[in-house]
């Protein structure tokens, strides 16, 4: 258990299934948050970018998380599946505060009147971005997979301080951007008929998540374990 | 529904270029995330399967001792 060839046979199991689940979350939550959730009586129909700019920021965060807690595993029990899937996180939480970034500039536009400002929700955020990228390039950089997965964990562990600061920066210090709405102690700030397919886009980004993080595991191990009896055995499979 | 008409979903109030923008660039990078790994397999089949059969031919060779 825990080997990249046991990680490899029981995610195939899985991969319909997220996949199926994923797929339909996401275009259920489009839909209805495009189409027939209410329009906001102060941001009009600019608000519906809620939509994916939430649960896009959430993954964001939540992966880089992953990344953390896999990097850790790496560094203490030298396991390679944790090399593994900490490399892979890295693309794929760089594309999500890509989507996060992006999302809140086209909104902040017609609501705050600008693309960008310097306050501490969207400065930390674009630090989330280049720490993701800074993985991805300290990877690419070494030659051998062991120094490289060594480098990253332990740049992603240090970077880990900056999800806590994006987390409360809204809180913390005065800021153009709104605090959350989603409350988790009290009362969520928002209307159920909104609240209802944000929370489909959340589940659907989430599951769609462990779809990409599963791929580009499987991918990641295939290749590396490439001199591996049973990965010849899965290309002779293949050619047949 | 919350539209009247196809042209009212697509102008959103007057916002519409920023909320189908947004829309549009996360479904390409949502997109990208997920083909890149199946593009991968797909060539790391295809040149392990080449590398297979060159093996192949190399024993073939030695054997026949040509």
Redesign the interface.
């Known amino acids: 258990m825990g080997s990249p060839r046991w990680f490899y046979q029981i995610s195939g199991y899985w991969l319909p299934w997220v996949a199926v689940v994923a797929v339909s979350l996401l275009l259920v939550g489009?839909v209805w948050g495009?189409?027939?959730?209410?329009?906001d009586f102060k941001q009009?129909?600019?608000y519906?970018?809620i939509f994916?700019?939430v649960p896009?920021s959430a993954i964001a965060m939540a992966g880089y998380m992953v990344m953390a807690v896999a990097a850790a595993i790496s560094l203490i029990w030298k396991m390679k599946l944790a090399e593994v899937v900490m490399k892979c996180c890295a693309?794929?939480g760089a594309?999500m505060t890509?989507?996060s970034l992006?999302?809140g500039s086209?909104?902040g536009?017609?609501t705050w009147g600008t693309y960008w400002v310097w306050d501490a929700r969207l400065t930390s955020m674009l630090i989330l971005f280049f720490l993701y990228l800074g993985v991805i390039a300290l990877y690419e950089a070494f030659e051998d997979n062991v120094s490289a997965s060594k480098a990253c964990a332990v740049l992603s562990l240090v970077g880990s301080v900056n999800i806590p600061i994006i987390y409360w920066s809204v809180e913390w210090w005065n800021s153009l951007h709104q605090p959350a709405t989603i409350k988790f102690t009290e009362e969520s700030t928002m209307h159920i008929d909104m609240l209802q397919p944000l929370l489909v886009m959340i589940a659907g980004f989430y599951c769609?998540f462990g779809?990409?993080l599963l791929?580009?595991t499987?991918?990641e191990i295939?290749?590396r374990e490439?001199n591996t009896k049973w990965?010849?055995a899965l290309?002779?499979e293949?050619?047949n | 529904?919350?539209?009247d008409s196809f042209s009212a979903?697509m102008a959103?109030?007057?916002?519409?270029i920023?909320?189908w923008?947004?829309?549009g660039?996360?479904f390409v990078?949502?997109l990208?995330?997920?083909v890149?790994?199946?593009r991968?397999?797909q060539q790391?089949?295809k040149q392990?399967?080449m590398l297979?059969r060159r093996e192949q031919h190399a024993k073939q060779q030695v054997e026949t001792g040509s």
Request: glycine fraction near 8%.
């Open positions: 489009a495009l189409v027939y959730a209410p329009t009009g129909d600019s519906r970018i994916i700019h896009a693309p794929i594309g890509f989507i992006v999302s086209l909104w536009k017609p769609f779809l990409l791929l580009h499987r991918s295939l290749f490439r990965v010849k290309v002779a293949d050619a | 529904m919350q539209f979903l959103m109030g007057g916002h519409g920023y909320v923008l947004v829309y660039i996360s990078v949502l990208g995330l997920l890149a790994p199946l991968r397999d790391f089949f392990q399967k297979m």
